[in-house]
């Protein structure tokens, strides 16, 4: 995994959650799971998992998700090898979301060309 160059190639899978804080470890476990195996597959370039420092108050906190992929084809394949996981283990993601009261906002990016 390298974190020092990116190509114009590259693809960015960016998600953001909203997680109940009492949810929150249970979320961790499965997000923690999901990066671990998408951390060995081809073309990964880098990969986080981050949590917005929370408010005292807050019953909920931000997590936010980003993996690199060398170029679109590597997301492609990621995308297809998870969604055969996730049935192959009768996971169904969305089910579990709304089991803990989560909310996403799922996205995939490219690297934005700036002229000048």
């Known amino acids: ?3 020092a160059t990116t190509s ?3 693809r960015y899978r960016v998600d953001k959650f909203i ?3 009492s949810a929150l470890s249970s979320f961790l476990k499965q997000v923690e799971r999901v990066d671990a195996e998408l951390s060995a ?3 990964c370039e880098q990969h986080l998992v981050l949590i917005q420092e929370p408010d005292s108050a807050a019953d909920v906190l931000h997590v936010l998700t ?3 992929w060398a170029s679109a084809a590597h997301m492609s394949a990621a995308k297809t090898h998870m969604r055969q996981r996730y049935r ?3 996971f169904e993601p969305a089910a579990f979301m709304q089991a803990l009261g989560v909310r996403a906002e799922l996205g ?3 690297r934005a060309e700036v002229d000048g």
């Open 41 to 43: 597959l081809p073309g």
């Open 8 to 10: 114009t190639d590259s």
């Open 19 to 21: 997680v109940p804080s």
């Open 66 to 68: 980003l993996v690199e």
């Open 1 to 3: 995994m390298s974190h």
């Open 108 to 110: 995939d990016y490219r």
């Open 88 to 90: 192959h283990e009768g």
